[in-house]
């Protein structure tokens, strides 16, 4: 097969990758879903999938220590590029969790929900990690195609990101405070929910991702 027509899950020991492959797998048409921890098969992938779960500190030191980062820089440099929960936030430059370096690709923070405003509208207190499903409202962007605004996805997660540029941001929820849940410039496109656990929303967005021409 033509590699330009593989998706490349990238494997660092951290993902859901099998629910993510499968997903992806169910919408790819005739592209071919690989997961994979060969940086020579990211570097010739059409597209990338970066997904992730589990602490920051973790992600990092398992993405370095299978020689994985110079690849997946490399792909969110030049080629259509999901990023899904760790995933966005290891784009980002710092995280609170572990007080470690991401990948830097973008500016801004990585910070846990403050636990001061975990109220909810009535005025309950909302546990940490933040759970279950939630509205997003979104920002114009091919992704979004055939998904209606508002439309709700499933999140797992403490921490959230704080871009340096507020025009990356492509998706906001709301969990006690406003958050960022998508970003996306160029070629990039990164997410804080989980698109394959969001039912038909979520297989709608993979869907756009394996079709989009950034």
């Known amino acids: 097969m033509n590699s330009a027509n593989i998706v490349a899950v990238i494997d660092y020991g951290m993902g859901n990758l099998r629910s ?27 597209r990338v999938v970066f997904p992730g779960q589990g602490a920051m500190p973790d992600c990092m030191r398992e993405l370095d220590a299978r020689g994985l980062r110079s690849a ?19 784009l980002f430059a710092h995280s609170d969790e572990g007080d470690v370096a991401g990948l830097g690709v973008f500016s801004g923070e990585v910070r846990r929900f403050p636990d001061s405003q975990m109220f909810g509208a009535d005025s309950q207190r909302l546990k940490v990690p933040h759970m279950g499903w939630n509205n997003v409202a979104q920002k114009p962007h091919s992704l979004w195609a055939n998904i209606t605004d508002a439309a709700r ?27 960022t849940c998508a970003v996306a410039r160029d070629n990039i496109f990164a997410v804080q929910f989980h698109p394959e656990k969001s039912a038909r929303d979520g297989l709608q967005l993979l869907k756009n991702f394996v079709e989009w021409r950034p």
Do not use: N, W
């Open 20 to 46: 993510v492959s499968k997903a992806l797998a169910h919408v790819a048409g005739s592209q071919q879903v690989v997961v994979t921890a060969d940086p020579a098969v990211v570097a010739a992938a059409g």
């Open 72 to 90: 997946v820089l490399a792909a969110a440099r030049d080629k259509p590029f999901l990023g899904i929960c760790i995933g966005l936030q290891m």
């Open 153 to 179: 996805f499933y999140f797992v997660h403490s921490y959230c990101v704080q871009p340096a540029d507020t025009t990356l941001v492509a998706g906001v929820a709301e969990y006690g405070v406003p958050f």
